[in-house]
């Protein structure tokens, strides 16, 4: 397979073109310099990707780009850097309409990431939607910033939350969902892929009944964004959550998509400075889409950074980065089916590259404390999920999670240093 | 006539038997070794108000006054934690309250442990002194009023 891809960054002042027959991996490691650091004297093996991805080179040469070259307040300036940095930072907006193939680029609403995403729809759509009998279906395996959210919304406005229960191999269970859907439901918000169990849900069944009881749809796109392609108008989802630090790109920055007829109905989020039409002491009008729900100074320089990411994925090809990380996730877990008295928690069989297990007689935290000690990162703990660990009867799991730069000797350190643990352990 | 040891006595103590170690690999089976040496506390015992905040394994620990010196019992569900609660009871345990609120306890750090456990672990252990010393504040409080 040849994939040659253009990696252009910000104002066309850098071009670089990749050259790949098949995925080669360690071509891919050299565009991410932190993969160069060294932990406790070992290499460092960076299996945490869930939490944040790193960054390629691409993407820090923006960041600094833009600080050393335009840095400018955009929108309101007439001048030449604030030009520069005003098309830069709505470049990419039209890169993200494209990632996820949004019709139009207006419902492409920038904010600090997922969580802030989740929020908005939440302070805004709910809040003035939502009424005492509603109800709002979640899922058992979300991350709690989806649903603390709706549980502040369902207090403002008395609006219950009904939640979708997770099988014993971390599916969602369908024929509940479809129980739960009545016409008292306005709400369905769940997340594309679990951050705890790798989970891919059927999104598209979902959002296909919820329409046809008059529910909104929200997809928590945290974990699915940076693995699967994302085609918002063929899922046909209203809201759509991504967080840029996992798709390659800054932290600090994140998208919210909403579908238009949604957007303008909604009132702002924050009011400020860049989201309004006029103002006056008697009435202020709102600014047009996106401007309404970006208030104030936004965040310039990881948002021209995003760009940068989001085309260094597209260069390699999603499909080509999913293929190698599919067969990365089969080989550890695989791997770690052989160490004995371990469990794998999460065992769908849709799922992206998240291998999540615990080990019998072993806390996860002593076992990150002692793969740490090989250089090996990883997570332990609830990541965000205690509802789910809670439904696994866990208090925490042990979690490796894989991005294009990881390789099958990665995974062959890990083992090592988990037979070794759990040895000093048990 | 057998004194005990001070605080800094001991400190220096783990601090000289640390030293003898090359590698973290030897620190780590040296804490792990003595977290499982560390008596188990009963069940009794093992609930919430006895629980230690800000780790992500949870710690339990109960102190008493015997002839005005505090003594500390804990256990841990992991067992690294549990080898660094039982370095600082056998660094506390036994001592006077003002001794116990005075100690600096910067053997911590020349083992390596404060450095080497990552912020948020390290948070566990700082909550784990905190809470010792605590206990200590009372018992010296409780004293002054009597
Ligand atoms: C599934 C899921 N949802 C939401 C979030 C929150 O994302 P952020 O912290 O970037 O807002 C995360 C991040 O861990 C996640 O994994």
Redesign the interface.
């Known amino acids: 397979m040849v994939n040659s891809a253009s990696l252009c960054l910000c104002g066309e002042k850098m071009i670089q073109t990749l050259e790949h027959t098949a995925f080669d991996v360690q071509a891919i490691r050299q565009h991410f310099p932190v993969l160069n650091r060294v932990v406790k004297g070992k290499p460092l093996v960076y299996f945490d990707n869930a939490a944040t991805t790193q960054k390629p080179q691409v993407v820090i040469d923006a960041l600094a780009d833009y600080y050393k070259n335009y840095n400018a307040n955009i929108h309101r300036g007439i001048h030449s850097l604030a030009e520069e940095a005003t098309a830069a930072y709505e470049a990419t907006r039209d890169t993200v309409q494209q990632f996820i193939h949004a019709k139009e680029r207006e419902e492409i609403i920038f904010t600090r990431g997922v969580t802030e995403s989740i929020n908005l729809v939440a302070y805004t759509w709910a809040r003035t939607n939502l009424k005492a009998g509603d109800e709002i279906i979640i899922s058992g395996m979300e991350h709690h910033s989806n649903i603390v959210p709706w549980q502040l919304i369902g207090e403002m406005t008395g609006a219950k939350l009904k939640v979708i229960p997770v099988n014993d191999s971390g599916e969602l269970i369908m024929e509940e969902f479809h129980q739960l859907l009545t016409e008292k439901v306005k709400l369905v918000s769940v997340v594309h892929a679990s951050n705890s169990l790798g989970t891919i849900n059927p999104v598209k069944e979902i959002i296909d009944a919820a329409h046809k009881v008059g529910a909104v749809v929200m997809i928590d796109g945290a974990q699915s964004t940076v693995h699967l392609d994302i085609d918002v108008q063929e899922l046909d989802c209203d809201f759509f959550a991504i967080s840029s630090h996992k798709v390659y790109g800054p932290t600090g920055i994140g998208v919210l998509y909403g579908k238009r007829a949604l957007l303008e109905a909604m009132p702002p989020f924050m009011g400020g400075g860049e989201m309004i039409k006029d103002v006056s002491f008697e009435k202020t009008t709102w600014n047009d889409l996106p401007y309404k729900f970006e208030a104030g100074t936004p965040n310039i320089a990881d948002t021209v950074a995003l760009k940068a990411a989001l085309d260094f994925v597209s260069g390699i090809g999603k499909a080509t980065i999913r293929q190698h990380e599919d067969a990365l996730l089969k080989y550890a877990t695989e791997q770690l089916q052989s160490i004995d008295g371990i469990r794998l928690i999460g065992t769908a069989k849709q799922k992206v590259s998240v291998a999540s297990y615990v080990v019998e007689g072993v806390h996860p935290q002593d076992l990150g404390i002692l793969l740490d000690n090989q250089g090996v990162a990883v997570r332990t703990g609830h990541h965000c999920t205690q509802p789910l660990m809670n439904r696994f009867g866990i208090p925490g799991t042990t979690r490796a999670s894989f991005a294009m730069y990881n390789t099958k000797e990665e995974v062959d350190v890990m083992i090592a240093g988990l037979h070794k643990a759990i040895k000093l352990l048990r | 006539m057998s004194e005990i040891k001070s605080i800094a006595e001991t400190e220096e103590e783990i601090v000289d038997e640390f030293s003898l170690f090359d590698s973290?690999?030897e620190k780590?089976?040296y804490i792990?070794d003595m977290g499982k040496k560390l008596k188990p506390l009963e069940d009794e015992h093992k609930k919430d108000e006895n629980k230690i905040k800000g780790?992500?394994?949870t710690v339990w620990m109960v102190s008493e006054l015997k002839d005005g010196k505090v003594y500390y019992r804990a256990e841990s569900?992991?067992?690294?934690?549990k080898g660094l609660v039982s370095m600082l009871i056998r660094v506390l345990s036994g001592h006077a309250p003002q001794e116990i609120i005075n100690a600096k306890l910067d053997f911590i750090d020349k083992i390596g442990m404060k450095q080497h456990?990552?912020q948020t672990?390290s948070n566990g252990l700082l909550s784990m002194v905190k809470q010792m010393k605590l206990d200590a504040t009372v018992y010296q409080a409780k004293a002054g009023m009597n």
Request: charged share 25%; proline share 0%.
């Open positions: 973290w690999d780590y089976e792990i780790c992500q394994s569900d992991a067992v690294i934690v456990l990552a672990r």
